[in-house]
């Protein structure tokens, strides 16, 4: 992987919690991206970070947040509590639309694993402030409920080798209202830790973001 590019990082203080946040700026820029991570990861990840960087050269602002203090890191359920992770991509969700730097640029979510259920969660609760959505690798499962609400364009990328975690998605597909696709990478495994294959991920949602992000 290539160097990442640089970043700020900023707090963001929601009533009595403090998450802590990388904050990459294009000037102009198309729209900003909120990532949402899995399980046992946060901003620092190594392939979100990865993804951001594409995005940045292609025009795209981005934010990746801890969506847990590192206090709350430590309960291990916290990891999996879906709908608290979903409250609090809504807050940044809403601290973005009001934040100086941010707050006029349209909005997409890209969510990784279990975060993509919050991405989904999320969405189908804040409607149309949220323009698009990538989901890689996620589980739409653990939204099941919400999916139905869903009519922001979405897309799912699943990696070819990632047996159990494609059914799930294909599922997904059928529950939701609005605009979705499937994208499945042969060859890639649940990470897309194979040469190339996050670089498809990556072509893949700038398309995504291109056509369904709009800056007017």
């Known amino acids: 992987?290539?160097?990442i590019s640089p970043y700020?990082?900023?707090?963001?203080?929601?009533?009595?919690?403090?998450?802590?946040?990388?904050?990459?700026?294009?000037?102009?820029?198309?729209?900003?991206?909120?990532?949402?991570?899995?399980?046992?990861?946060?901003?620092?990840?190594?392939?979100?970070?990865?993804?951001?960087?594409?995005?940045?050269?292609?025009?795209?602002?981005?934010?990746?947040f801890d969506l847990l203090m590192p206090e709350e890191d430590l309960v291990y359920g916290n990891r999996f509590d879906i709908n608290l992770l979903t409250e609090r991509l809504v807050l940044v969700t809403h601290w973005v639309s009001n934040y100086k730097e941010t707050s006029n640029l349209p909005i997409g979510y890209f969510g990784s694993s279990t975060g993509a259920a919050s991405a989904l969660s999320a969405a189908s609760k804040i409607g149309k402030k949220v323009k698009a959505i990538v989901s890689r690798g996620g589980r739409p499962d653990l939204a099941i409920i919400e999916l139905k609400s869903i009519t922001i364009p979405t897309l799912l990328i699943v990696g070819g080798n990632d047996g159990v975690v494609i059914e799930l998605n294909k599922k997904a597909k059928e529950q939701i209202n609005g605009v979705c696709e499937l994208e499945i990478i042969e060859g890639a495994s649940h990470l897309f830790v194979e040469s190339g294959k996050l670089d498809l991920v990556a072509q893949k949602t700038i398309s995504w973001f291109n056509t369904y992000i709009k800056n007017k």
Do not use: C, W
Not at 43 to 56: C, E, G, M
């Open 8 to 64: 700020k990082v900023v707090e963001i203080k929601l009533d009595n919690i403090i998450l802590n946040a990388n904050l990459r700026m294009t000037n102009p820029s198309k729209g900003i991206i909120l990532f949402s991570h899995g399980s046992g990861s946060s901003r620092l990840s190594i392939r979100n970070n990865y993804v951001a960087s594409l995005l940045f050269k292609q025009g795209y602002s981005s934010l990746l």
């Open 1 to 3: 992987m290539e160097t």
